[in-house]
């Protein structure tokens, strides 16, 4: 079994910075990649960007893509989201996932294949 838990959500103004941590713990070499979702009242779940564990490439949905970087450390068992220039709309709360089975690339934004989701942090960027 594959646990997720999500951290370093908080309030940050326009224009600044946060880095989210999905510390992963369980079962992780059944996993084949790991994404980040968002979503925010009444909407449902939107990508964010992805990474695949086997050859580290990182994917990025276009609203996000130049300002949000993915990382992973292998050691400490954590994938990261570095998200800089922070605007309002990217108020929500913040999910990390993956999937117990196989992803393909072309996919990967496709939140009904993934099977393991972390409890979510909130990010909060005021005006």
């Known amino acids: 079994q594959v646990q997720l838990v999500e951290s370093g959500g908080g309030l940050v103004q326009a224009g600044g910075s946060l880095r989210l941590t999905c510390s992963v713990s369980g079962r992780t070499l059944s996993t084949s990649a790991l994404a980040w979702f968002r979503q925010t009242p009444g909407e449902s779940r939107r990508y964010v960007g992805a990474?695949?564990?086997?050859?580290?490439?990182?994917y990025y949905a276009d609203s996000v893509k130049g300002r949000f970087t993915i990382s992973r450390d292998n050691a400490e068992n954590a994938v990261y989201l570095q998200m800089n220039s922070l605007k309002p709309e990217d108020t929500a709360v913040y999910y990390c996932?993956?999937?117990?089975?196989?992803?393909?690339?072309?996919?990967?934004?496709?939140?009904?294949?993934?099977?393991?989701w972390g409890q979510g942090t909130q990010v909060t960027v005021s005006s």
């Open positions: 996932a993956t999937s117990t089975g196989p992803i393909s690339r072309l996919v990967l934004g496709d939140r009904r294949l993934y099977n393991v």
């Open positions: 990474v695949t564990l086997s050859s580290g490439n990182r």
